[in-house]
């Protein structure tokens, strides 16, 4: 199963990320821009996991979020990681109560690796929504695009509130990846 675990987001935000990729479509990259339908803030993406470790996952996932609390969050200005000279991913920030957010990340991220033996992550969790992949990385649309990004760097977008988070299962296909909801586990 390919599984991760993320937090679900209200109409609001799903509305402005719409806005925010109809606004930088006019830089002309080739960019694969995400459905605001399926939009999410990854806490942890676990790629292929053996269905026998599901058990496994859904109690670490019952202990990493319990006690934890709602998050007070907002969308943030627009990025790219790695850099502007070589944009591969087009995403918006999390603000708010980031700190806790990380925190969150952090104890799904160890309690998967103590529950499963999954890798822990090796990079710092840097809250954001993914709106769009880059699919060349080169040429004056890309620097057009960068252009684009940078001018919505300071945009602020709606508060929302993170009450739970998701357990999905990913089905990659022609299309574009399924995902499918397995579990929710409240932030109470």
Known sequence: MRLFVALELPAAVKDH???VIDRLRGAGADVKWLDAATMHVTLKFMGEVDQALLGDVRRAL?????????????????????S????NVVWLGIDGQ?????ALAGRVDQALAQA???????RPFTPHLTIGRVRQGRGSA?????LAVGALAE???PAFQARAARLVQSTLTPRGAIHKPIDEYPLA
């Open 62 to 82: 019952a202990g990493a979020t319990a006690g934890f609390g709602p998050l007070e969050l907002r969308v943030g200005g627009c990025g790219v990681f790695p």
């Open 17 to 19: 990320a719409r806005a």
């Open 98 to 102: 980031a700190q806790r957010l990380a």
């Open 142 to 146: 890309q620097e057009a695009l960068s």
């Open 116 to 122: 499963t033996g999954l890798p822990r992550e090796k």
């Open 155 to 157: 945009l602020s977008g």
């Open 84 to 87: 502007p000279r070589r944009p």
